[in-house]
């Protein structure tokens, strides 16, 4: 069961802890990284960390990433957060990134879980956030599964029209 959301001035998360064994246990916490949508979506089309959790006795996290959802700053003011280039500033990954690790590390030490190890999980954008985030913080997270998540880039290894001409010629 999911819990109401407990709304932070940034970020809103919800948290599951149905399958956890408990901060006494060391048992893990699996974090999804929301990406660029409200997170109540995301948790419910995100059955494997349910499947994974009792397995694992883990606690479910999920964070809605910044200026998604219902987390937006300024006071949850849209007028101010999307006025201009300062404000929209504060809408990045590397800023992502940040909530999240704030997040956690306040979370476990709410939880008294600061001895329990962190694994991140996303898909497409939340996958990419999920892999930086490892790189970015390997001290809160031990580990992190990115699905889908397009890091890598090489030029010109593929036509980016190679799929659009696939399908038009299929239609011809």
Do not use: C
């Not at 940040?98 to 476990?108: F, G, N, R, S």
């Not at 939880?111 to 985030?133: D, K, N, Q, R």
């Not at 593929?158 to 399908?167: G, K």
């Amino acid at each position: 069961m999911i819990s109401e959301p407990l709304k932070d001035p940034i970020v809103l998360y919800l948290i599951n802890d149905t399958y956890w064994g408990g901060a006494k246990k060391k048992a893990p916490i699996f974090v999804y990284t929301g990406n660029e949508g409200n997170i109540e979506w995301f948790t419910e089309n995100t059955g494997f960390m349910f499947e994974k959790a009792p397995y694992f006795n883990a606690l479910l996290v999920f964070i809605e990433h910044r200026f998604y959802g219902k987390s937006l700053p300024f006071g949850g003011n849209k007028k101010v957060a999307y006025a201009n280039s300062s404000t929209l500033g504060y809408l990045s990954s590397t800023q992502a990134l940040a909530d999240y690790a704030t997040l956690i590390i306040d979370l476990k030490k709410n939880l008294s879980a600061t001895e329990s190890p962190v694994v991140v999980f996303g898909g497409s954008y939340g996958g990419m956030l999920a892999a930086w985030f490892r790189i970015k913080y390997p001290h809160v997270a031990i580990g992190a599964l990115a699905s889908s998540a397009p890091i890598l880039h090489f030029m010109d290894l593929v036509s980016p029209y190679v799929f659009s001409n696939t399908v038009t010629q299929d239609f011809r």
